[in-house]
């Protein structure tokens, strides 16, 4: 089943934005190899602008703050975008199952993706899961609270399901600085989010992130 198969890979995409999160944390403290420690959180800079970074051959476009750390990543992982204790991160995941092609399919996602990260290590919270859409493609949006190498993190998932892709953007800070970096940063990434098919020609939709009619949440 299609939900399954992106809860699973909820898991394993968890587990390596984890340690993404682990090797900043330890990059900012210059501990090395050293055993992880809870850091201090460092608040993420004022962007100085923003620019688009493109990535034809996932079929993917966003904007990252010009002063911010990006970096192209290989295999799933498509990009980081860092600063300070904020962190950003772009998956791809090609598959061969349609979209959700409605409200009840999605749903179906929703309740699969909210019981994987149930299952996930670390998860102190959920927070809560809504149905939403990114530039037009059917997406679920999981918010939770999670610790890791004993630093606490608001981590929001959002799951985008394209023809032959899903794609995942991870929004990740301290809980204290998540509002900040929402304001900075966070929220602009997101609505400026397009997708297209893999290798296509630029002609992607120009609308941005918005609620499905009648969207439902859940709290934890």
């Known amino acids: 089943m299609a939900a399954r198969a992106s809860s699973r890979r909820l898991l394993h995409v968890g587990w390596r934005c984890g340690l993404v999160a682990v090797a900043v944390l330890l ?20 962007p100085d602008g923003f620019r688009m970074l493109v990535l034809p051959a996932a079929g993917v476009s966003l904007s990252v703050p010009r002063n911010w750390t990006t970096t192209r990543r290989r295999g799933p992982l498509l990009a980081s975008i860092t600063s300070g204790s904020a962190i950003v991160t772009l998956w791809r995941h090609p598959t061969k199952q349609p979209p959700p092609a ?17 299952s996930r290590a670390g998860l102190e919270r959920m927070i809560g899961a809504t149905l939403e859409r990114v530039d037009r493609q059917p997406a679920v949006v999981l918010d939770a609270l999670e610790r890791v190498a004993g630093a606490s993190w608001r981590v929001r998932s959002v799951h985008i399901y394209a023809p032959s892709e899903e794609l995942v953007l991870e929004e990740r800070a301290p809980p204290k600085l998540f509002a900040a970096a929402e304001r900075a940063a966070f929220a602009r990434i997101l609505a400026s989010l397009r997708v297209a098919p893999p290798r296509s020609s630029p002609g992607s939709s120009t609308t941005g992130t918005s609620s499905l009619p009648a969207s439902t949440s859940t709290s934890g």
């Open 27 to 46: 990059s900012l403290a210059g501990c090395g190899g050293s055993r992880p420690r809870e850091i201090a959180p460092l608040r993420p800079a004022r």
């Open 102 to 118: 409605d409200r009840r399919q999605l749903e179906l996602y929703r309740a699969a993706l909210e019981h994987a990260a149930q």
